[in-house]
């Protein structure tokens, strides 16, 4: 079940975002990262699609919907393989891939259950320290949580 245009797996779109080589596992936080539930456009999905890259990939499609580089680059620590595609009248006019960025401000716990960030109200927020294989240090406690230890708020 490649996606070709032969045979889509999940329909094109005429306008929006294709979010493509989202990692199959982490379909569902990409989805929370990006608030994908709480929007009312019309959004498509595909997971457990074939990839030679991952194995199995997920795909989404975002009718009518565009990201700026910021917001995307979010995504980056749970799909950091993912390809964005830009649709406009059926074809595809830009693709770009997710970078991971210098910082990060919520999407991720801080590892250490002692830092305030895991008893108070406290938004995480963290320096990334590595970029191929994620370490976020945080700005509260500065310890180090890595790819290994990595949980999605
Ligand atoms: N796509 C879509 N609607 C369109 C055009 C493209 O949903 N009107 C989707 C395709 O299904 C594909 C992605 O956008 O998942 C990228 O399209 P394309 O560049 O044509 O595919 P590939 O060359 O396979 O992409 P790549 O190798 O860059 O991943
Ligand atoms: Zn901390």
Do not use: W
């Not at 830092?115 to 976020?136: G, H, Q, Y």
């Amino acid at each position: 079940m490649k996606e070709t245009k032969k045979q889509l797996s999940v329909s094109a779109i005429e306008n929006g975002t294709v979010i493509d080589h989202i990692p199959a596992s982490n379909l569902f936080n990409v989805i929370q990262i990006l608030g994908l539930d709480k929007i009312d456009n019309l959004i498509t999905f595909g997971t457990n699609l074939e990839s030679k890259k991952l194995g199995r990939k997920a795909i989404i499609k975002l009718a009518g919907i565009y990201f700026e580089d910021d917001d995307i680059n979010r995504i980056a620590l749970v799909a950091p393989e993912a390809k964005l595609n830009i649709i406009k009248d059926y074809e595809v006019v830009e693709k770009s891939i997710v970078k991971v960025p210098d910082n990060i401000a919520g999407i991720a716990k801080c590892v250490n259950p002692k830092c305030i960030t895991n008893f108070e109200d406290v938004k995480t927020k963290f320096k990334v320290v590595s970029k191929k294989n994620v370490a976020l240090k945080c700005h509260y406690c500065e310890k180090i949580t890595d790819q290994e230890h990595l949980v999605i708020v």
